[in-house]
């Protein structure tokens, strides 16, 4: 039986963010027997994240093999080494999640962090570099006696996810796409505000109207919104992606609570854009569809057909409201060029993004489903090319 544990940890990322790799190796304290070697493919994510989950790994490989063994972990990264010690606050968010599993990884076995320098970590540092090399990950797990003719090596791989496989981090995806791009990617993760009781009663609510704050649900559903969001760059369906930097909301009052509970959730500045907020309905703002049909119905079967038709008592007219949404979209792409930005805003907004993205005509504005607190991101290369990548999901919820 195992008593001790030797891990070596180490994390590399080629761009910081970037296509990144933890890599680490599990040793038998008294025989010098390497137990395991773990080489950990992570997408695109920073090089103190992938060293964390470099750790993360080891002390899951851990718990399976030697779930009583003492662990000294030993580590070129002086942040993991620190914080894990106890010694430095973890101050980013993404840390903080990571530092949260990590700690629930250990439970109550004793482990200890050790730094040493770069040179003496090598073993660890290769294995993340095939990982990178690869874009894949592999767990070899060496099972046996410390003799390493009786030694059974079980293996176990990941390949990349069929979503990755045609993943360009810095291009349009697509071969048929443009390629002398001169914008840098910026990347738009577009959130619907959380439900309000309009929401839920199935009443029209635009710009204007009565400005209702989210209902119990819809705070809860920001909440997991947040959560979902938190785990960008990092893991799950959104690894790929760069970490947000800023929230831009809607200033209307359901869209900047569901702003405010993803910005300090993530722990990003939040700005609002008057642009993105969402169409005005005028009269019909507080009423069915059903009512409105009834009430309005030449006017409301007119404004179905024309885009240039505006609801009565100040309402926008859908060309309206494209020209408006457009020089927002224009303008958060050029204040955030090169960045992952989270935009919470209403139905007609994010299908205006959906409609730019892909170069639609008017029926776009109708065909897509978006649902409260539902996520969607778009790729953009400014005006040159854009792609989109998830539209209304809503697993988190």
């Not at 989950?53 to 080494?81: F, G, H, Q, T, W």
């Not at 090596?153 to 291009?171: F, I, R, W």
């Not at 409609?355 to 029926?363: E, L, S, V």
């Not at 005006?383 to 209304?392: H, K, R, Y």
Request: with cysteine.
């Amino acid at each position: 039986m195992t008593h001790s544990i030797v891990v070596e940890a180490d994390g590399g990322s080629r761009g910081n963010p970037g296509p990144a790799g933890s890599g680490a190796v599990l040793i038998d304290s008294a025989s010098g027997a390497i137990l395991a070697e773990i080489a950990l493919f992570i997408g695109v994510a920073t090089n103190n994240v992938a060293e964390y989950r470099a750790v993360l790994a080891a002390i899951e490989v851990a718990n399976e093999i030697a779930p009583d063994a003492s662990i000294l972990v030993r580590m070129d990264s002086k942040l993991v080494v620190e914080q894990m010690s106890g010694r430095w606050k973890v101050k980013n968010e993404g840390m903080q999640d990571l530092s949260v599993a990590m700690k629930a990884a250990i439970g109550s076995r004793k482990v200890i962090f050790e730094w040493i320098p770069r040179e003496q970590n090598t073993r660890a540092d290769a294995l993340a570099n095939e990982a990178m090399d690869a874009e894949s990950s592999v767990v070899r797990k060496y099972i046996g006696s410390p003799d390493t003719s009786t030694i059974d090596v079980v293996t176990s791989s990941s390949k990349p996810a069929a979503a990755d496989l045609e993943y360009n981090p810095e291009l349009p995806s697509s071969v048929r796409a443009p390629r002398n791009v001169s914008k840098k990617l910026t990347t738009i993760i577009l959130v619907r505000h959380g439900r309000t009781h309009l929401t839920e009663t199935h009443k029209i609510s635009g710009r204007g109207g009565e400005d209702p704050q989210l209902s119990e649900v819809g705070r809860e559903d920001a909440n997991k919104a947040a959560i979902q969001l938190s785990l960008v760059g990092l893991s799950g369906i959104h690894a790929k992606v760069v970490a947000p930097t800023v929230v831009v909301s809607s200033p209307i009052a359901r869209a900047l609570e569901t702003a405010t509970i993803i910005a300090k959730k993530l722990g990003i500045p939040l700005e609002t854009h008057e642009d993105i907020a969402e169409i005005a309905f005028g009269d019909w703002d507080g009423h069915t569809n059903q009512e409105v049909a009834a009430k309005w119905p030449e006017l409301y079967d007119a404004w179905r057909g024309d885009v240039s038709i505006s609801p009565p008592g100040g309402g926008e007219s859908l060309e309206e409201f494209d020209v408006r949404v457009n020089n927002g979209i224009s303008e958060i792409l050029a204040k955030h060029e090169g960045k992952t930005v989270i935009v919470v805003a209403h139905v007609m907004p994010i299908r205006g993004f959906i409609r730019k993205a892909i170069d639609a005509n008017w029926p776009s504005y109708w065909r897509t489903s978006i649902a409260p607190c539902s996520i969607s991101v778009i790729r953009f290369w400014g005006d040159e090319a854009a792609e989109i990548s998830v539209v209304n999901q809503t697993n988190h919820l």
